[in-house]
C-alpha cells in the first residue's frame, strides 16, 4: 500500500537529528501553517519581529531570537467542491502552535515548530475505513463524532537576511516531515502525513515617515506525491500594518493558497458513479488542491520589552476543493531573548 513505505524511506537518523535539534534549542530558552486539510492557518505574527524595543536602535541579532505559543479555533461547515457546497458536516478544531527562531548571525536564522490539534467531525460518514473495499479495520476512524488529537509535522527553516533597511528582502527555505504515522484519512484528521520542502522570500517595507508597514511572503511549496499526484502549491501570505502607539500595532492579513491536484466530483468518478470505497477515495484528502483564500484582522499589543500578545480574526472569501472555514479566532504570545 503507497502509505506504508511514505515514512519508512525517511531515513530514522535524519528524524533523530530533527529532534535533538528541536530539543536543544527548545531547552536553550524556557518557555504555529497552513492547515492544508481545513484551509486554515495561524495568521499571527506573534515573534514574528525581533526589535520590540519600540524604536530603539537595535542590537546585534546573534545570539537572540524569539519563541512563540498560538492557540486557534476554526469552524468548518461542509466542503466546497467544484459542483458547489457539499453538506459534509462540521469540524471543530482547536490547536496549539509552538515555533522558535534563533539566529546565529545577523544574517542567519534557524527556525523550528511543531502544532498539536484536537479535532471534531459531527455529520456525513464518509471516512469510515470499513466502508473501504476490502474494509480496513486497522485504520482509526478519526470521523466517528469524538476528538481526534495528535501532534502534526515537524518543521525546520533557514532565513537569510539579503537587505536590511527600510526595505528588507529574506529569502527563506524549511523542510516538513511528519511527526508520527498519524492517520490522514477523515475530516478530523490532524494533517496529511506527507513531506513538504518550502522555498521562498519574505519582503518587508517600512516607510519611514509613516506608522504604516507591509509585509509580503511568497512561497512554492513541494509536497510528496500520492498515487502519482503533483499537489505542489504557491503560497502568499501578504500584511500591511499600522502602530497606533509604540505598544499597540493593527493589521490586515490575507493568506492564499494556490496550486495543483484533483478535483471533487470529476476526479473519483468511475462510469458516471461517484465512488468513495477505492484507493483513490483513500487517499483523497492527500490528492485534492485545498486552494483558499483566508482574509483577517488582527492586534498586537507589546506587553514589555520582552512579551507581545496576538490576536486574529479570520475568514474565507474564496475556497476551491477544501474544507469551507466559517471562521477562525487566534490568540498568541511571544517572547524574544
Given at each position: 500500500?503507497n ?51 519600540y524604536?530603539?536602535e ?10 512563540g ?5 476554526v469552524s ?16 471543530d ?8 527562531e ?7 536564522s ?19 475505513p470499513?466502508?473501504?473495499?476490502p ?10 463524532g469524538?476528538?481526534?488529537?495528535g501532534?502534526?509535522?515537524?518543521y ?8 536590511d533597511?527600510?526595505?528588507v ?11 508520527n504515522?498519524?492517520?490522514?484519512f477523515?475530516?478530523a484528521a ?11 522570500t ?6 519611514g ?16 506525491k ?7 502549491h ?12 509604540p505598544r ?19 476526479d473519483?468518478?468511475?462510469?458516471g458513479v461517484?465512488?468513495?470505497t ?9 490528492l485534492?488542491?485545498h486552494n483558499?483564500?483566508?482574509a483577517g ?10 512579551y507581545?500578545?496576538s490576536?486574529?480574526?479570520m ?6 476543493q477544501?474544507?469551507?472555514?466559517e471562521?477562525?479566532l487566534?490568540v ?6
Open positions: 500500500m502509505i506504508d513505505h511514505n515514512c519508512a524511506i525517511w531515513p530514522q537518523k535524519s528524524i533523530s537529528f530533527i529532534l535533538v535539534v528541536l530539543a536543544l534549542l527548545a531547552c536553550s530558552f524556557s518557555v504555529i501553517s497552513e492547515v492544508a486539510a481545513s484551509g486554515a492557518d495561524t495568521g499571527s505574527r506573534a515573534g514574528h519581529d525581533f526589535d520590540l524595543s524604536g530603539a537595535r542590537e546585534s541579532r546573534a545570539g537572540h531570537g524569539w519563541w505559543l498560538s492557540y486557534q479555533y468548518v461547515d461542509g466542503f466546497e467542491s467544484s459542483v458547489g457546497k457539499l453538506p459534509t458536516g462540521t469540524v478544531s482547536h490547536s496549539l502552535y509552538f515555533e522558535i534563533y539566529y546565529l548571525n545577523d544574517k542567519i534557524l527556525r523550528g515548530g511543531i502544532p498539536y490539534f484536537a479535532k471534531k467531525h459531527e455529520g456525513a460518514d464518509i471516512h469510515n470499513l466502508n473501504l473495499e474494509p480496513r479495520p486497522y485504520i482509526e476512524n478519526v470521523d466517528d469524538t476528538w481526534n488529537t501532534f502534526e509535522d515537524l525546520l527553516g533557514i532565513r537569510y537576511l539579503a537587505k533597511g527600510p526595505f528582502i529574506e529569502p527563506f527555505a524549511s523542510f516538513g516531515v511528519p511527526s504515522q498519524y492517520p490522514f477523515g475530516a490532524v494533517g496529511q502525513r506527507l513531506w513538504k520542502f518550502e522555498l521562498g519574505a519582503f518587508s517595507w517600512f516607510p515617515l509613516s506608522n504604516a508597514y507591509y509585509r509580503a511572503d511568497v512561497a512554492y511549496v513541494f509536497v510528496e500520492t498515487l502519482g499526484v503533483n499537489v505542489n504557491w503560497r502568499l501570505n501578504a500584511e500591511v500594518g499600522y502602530r497606533f502607539t499597540l500595532t493593527g493589521r490586515l492579513f490575507m493568506l492564499l493558497k494556490d496550486g495543483k491536484g484533483l478535483s471533487v466530483p470529476e473519483f468518478v468511475e462510469d461517484f465512488v468513495m477505492d484507493e483513490r477515495w483513500y487517499q483523497h484528502d492527500r485534492i488542491k483558499f483564500l483566508n484582522i488582527g492586534l498586537d499589543w507589546a506587553i514589555n520589552k520582552k507581545l500578545l490576536t486574529n480574526v475568514i474565507q472569501p474564496w475556497a476551491e477544501v474544507h469551507a472555514m471562521y477562525a487566534t498568541g504570545v511571544s517572547r524574544s531573548f
